[in-house]
Protein backbone atom coordinates (compact mmCIF):
# COMPACT_ATOMS: atom_id res chain seq x y z
CA UNK A 1 0.00 0.00 0.00
CA UNK A 2 2.68 3.06 1.08
CA UNK A 3 4.90 1.61 -1.96
CA UNK A 4 1.79 2.60 -4.14
CA UNK A 5 0.75 6.12 -2.33
CA UNK A 6 4.53 7.40 -2.27
CA UNK A 7 6.28 5.64 -5.11
CA UNK A 8 6.98 6.76 -8.35
CA UNK A 9 3.61 6.87 -10.53
CA UNK A 10 5.21 4.84 -13.57
CA UNK A 11 3.20 5.65 -15.75
CA UNK A 12 0.23 5.59 -14.10
CA UNK A 13 -3.59 7.24 -14.85
CA UNK A 14 -2.50 9.65 -11.96
CA UNK A 15 0.48 10.51 -13.57
CA UNK A 16 -1.29 11.48 -17.11
CA UNK A 17 -4.20 13.66 -15.04
CA UNK A 18 -1.26 15.24 -13.62
CA UNK A 19 0.75 16.66 -16.82
CA UNK A 20 -2.80 17.24 -17.69
CA UNK A 21 -3.60 19.46 -14.82
CA UNK A 22 0.12 21.47 -14.94
CA UNK A 23 -0.95 22.00 -19.15
CA UNK A 24 -4.44 23.03 -18.48
CA UNK A 25 -3.40 25.17 -14.91
CA UNK A 26 -0.17 26.50 -16.90
CA UNK A 27 -2.19 27.45 -20.02
CA UNK A 28 -4.91 29.01 -19.08
CA UNK A 29 -2.97 31.28 -16.17
CA UNK A 30 -1.07 32.38 -19.11
CA UNK A 31 -2.82 32.84 -21.78
CA UNK A 32 -5.45 34.96 -19.54
CA UNK A 33 -3.33 36.88 -17.32
CA UNK A 34 -0.38 37.61 -19.35
CA UNK A 35 -1.00 36.45 -23.25
CA UNK A 36 -4.49 37.85 -24.21
CA UNK A 37 -3.92 41.58 -22.38
CA UNK A 38 -1.07 41.55 -24.83
CA UNK A 39 -3.07 40.67 -27.92
CA UNK A 40 -5.78 43.28 -27.00
CA UNK A 41 -3.32 45.91 -26.73
CA UNK A 42 -0.64 45.19 -29.05
CA UNK A 43 -0.76 48.62 -30.67
CA UNK A 44 -0.20 50.70 -27.34
CA UNK A 45 2.34 48.34 -26.38
CA UNK A 46 4.33 48.19 -29.40
CA UNK A 47 6.57 50.93 -29.30
CA UNK A 48 7.15 50.64 -25.44
CA UNK A 49 7.79 46.86 -24.95
CA UNK A 50 11.12 45.70 -23.93
CA UNK A 51 13.45 44.95 -26.20
CA UNK A 52 15.85 42.46 -24.98
CA UNK A 53 16.63 40.71 -27.95
CA UNK A 54 17.87 43.76 -30.27
CA UNK A 55 15.00 42.66 -32.74
CA UNK A 56 12.90 45.52 -32.44
CA UNK A 57 9.90 46.59 -29.33
CA UNK A 58 6.81 45.70 -32.10
CA UNK A 59 8.67 41.97 -32.77
CA UNK A 60 9.56 41.56 -29.66
CA UNK A 61 6.09 42.10 -28.53
CA UNK A 62 4.47 39.50 -31.23
CA UNK A 63 7.13 37.02 -30.32
CA UNK A 64 5.29 37.11 -26.74
CA UNK A 65 2.02 36.60 -27.76
CA UNK A 66 2.97 34.16 -30.08
CA UNK A 67 4.46 32.38 -27.56
CA UNK A 68 2.18 33.70 -24.60
CA UNK A 69 -1.28 33.36 -25.85
CA UNK A 70 -1.07 30.97 -29.28
CA UNK A 71 1.31 28.68 -27.17
CA UNK A 72 -0.52 28.41 -24.30
CA UNK A 73 -3.56 27.11 -26.52
CA UNK A 74 -1.43 24.27 -27.40
CA UNK A 75 -0.86 23.70 -24.04
CA UNK A 76 -4.44 23.69 -22.94
CA UNK A 77 -5.55 21.84 -25.96
CA UNK A 78 -2.32 19.04 -25.94
CA UNK A 79 -2.08 19.48 -29.15
CA UNK A 80 1.98 20.08 -30.18
CA UNK A 81 2.53 20.29 -26.99
CA UNK A 82 6.43 20.06 -26.74
CA UNK A 83 6.47 22.84 -29.47
CA UNK A 84 4.10 25.04 -27.52
CA UNK A 85 6.03 24.44 -24.00
CA UNK A 86 9.80 25.18 -25.70
CA UNK A 87 8.13 28.51 -27.12
CA UNK A 88 6.76 29.39 -23.62
CA UNK A 89 10.40 28.27 -21.73
CA UNK A 90 12.34 30.20 -24.46
CA UNK A 91 10.63 33.62 -23.37
CA UNK A 92 9.88 32.82 -19.74
CA UNK A 93 14.14 32.43 -20.19
CA UNK A 94 14.49 35.41 -21.98
CA UNK A 95 12.31 37.13 -19.16
CA UNK A 96 14.26 35.95 -16.11
CA UNK A 97 17.43 36.51 -17.28
CA UNK A 98 17.28 39.34 -19.74
CA UNK A 99 14.60 41.74 -18.85
CA UNK A 100 14.52 40.59 -15.10
CA UNK A 101 18.44 39.98 -15.03
CA UNK A 102 18.46 36.19 -13.04
CA UNK A 103 16.18 38.25 -10.04
CA UNK A 104 14.08 36.49 -7.62
CA UNK A 105 13.72 38.92 -5.13
CA UNK A 106 13.02 42.75 -5.31
CA UNK A 107 11.84 45.61 -6.97
CA UNK A 108 12.57 43.91 -10.23
CA UNK A 109 11.86 40.25 -9.63
CA UNK A 110 11.58 37.52 -12.14
CA UNK A 111 9.92 34.92 -9.48
CA UNK A 112 6.96 34.73 -12.01
CA UNK A 113 9.07 34.17 -14.94
CA UNK A 114 11.12 31.51 -13.12
CA UNK A 115 8.51 29.54 -11.64
CA UNK A 116 6.41 29.03 -15.27
CA UNK A 117 9.92 28.61 -16.91
CA UNK A 118 10.09 25.36 -14.39
CA UNK A 119 6.50 24.39 -15.12
CA UNK A 120 7.30 24.58 -19.23
CA UNK A 121 10.66 22.77 -19.06
CA UNK A 122 8.86 20.15 -17.17
CA UNK A 123 5.90 19.76 -20.00
CA UNK A 124 9.02 19.81 -22.89
CA UNK A 125 10.50 16.61 -21.28
CA UNK A 126 7.67 14.52 -19.61
CA UNK A 127 5.02 15.53 -22.46
CA UNK A 128 1.46 16.33 -22.47
CA UNK A 129 0.22 12.96 -21.20
CA UNK A 130 -2.15 10.31 -22.25
CA UNK A 131 -5.31 12.54 -22.49
CA UNK A 132 -4.14 15.36 -24.80
CA UNK A 133 -5.02 15.83 -28.13
CA UNK A 134 -1.09 14.39 -28.89
CA UNK A 135 -2.20 11.41 -27.57
CA UNK A 136 -4.90 10.63 -29.33
CA UNK A 137 -3.29 11.89 -32.50
CA UNK A 138 0.09 10.07 -32.43
CA UNK A 139 -0.59 7.68 -29.18
CA UNK A 140 2.32 5.19 -28.09
CA UNK A 141 4.09 3.26 -30.68
CA UNK A 142 3.26 -0.57 -30.37
CA UNK A 143 5.63 -2.18 -28.37
CA UNK A 144 7.42 -5.29 -29.97
CA UNK A 145 7.52 -8.50 -28.16
CA UNK A 146 11.05 -10.01 -27.26
Known amino acids: MLKKIFGP?????????????????????????????KLVSFGKKADSFPDPLGVGHATSLALVVLAEFFGSLLLILGLLTRLGALVLAITMAVAFFAVHKGALSGPQSGELAFIYLAGYVTLFFAGPGRFSVDGSLFGRAPSRAA
Not at 12 to 30: E, K, Y
Open 9 to 37: GEDSAWTHFALLVLRVWLGITMLSCHGYE
